[in-house]
């Protein structure tokens, strides 16, 4: 079967850090744009962050820049998703998503083929 498999969230508190990792089952992430996105509780999904197939286009949103960095482990054909300095208001289910593209589209991918299942990203006292 074909998906996007996150792992990584958890419990952290504000201003500690969490590394999320998004793996493929079934085929490579070599060839995919990927991007990470987020759901908070009440609200409607958005863009995080976008890194291009050859890793050269890097894209965040305006709340995480600074904070969060986007990087492509080819050994490990994993996408990562560091995140520093984490506030509260990151908290949210976090999603890995992959385009069958070079490019992203901003900090978001224009078309997803593939949406992981999620993962929980607590920051909280």
């Known amino acids: 079967q074909l998906q996007l498999v996150e792992s990584g969230g958890g419990l952290v508190q504000p201003g500690g850090s969490l590394r999320l990792s998004c793996a493929a089952s079934?085929?490579?992430?070599?060839?995919?744009?990927i991007g990470w996105f987020r759901q908070a509780p009440g609200k409607e999904r958005e863009g995080v962050s976008c890194i291009s197939r050859r890793g050269d286009d890097i894209n965040y949103a305006d709340s995480v820049k600074g904070r969060f960095t986007i990087s492509r482990d080819n050994a490990k054909d994993t996408v990562d998703l560091q995140m520093d300095s984490l506030k509260p208001e990151d908290t949210a289910v976090y999603y890995c998503a992959a385009d069958w593209s070079d490019d992203c589209s901003g900090y978001v991918i224009a078309e997803i083929d593939y949406w992981g299942q999620g993962t929980q990203v607590t920051v909280s006292d």
């Open positions: 079934g085929f490579t992430l070599d060839y995919y744009a």
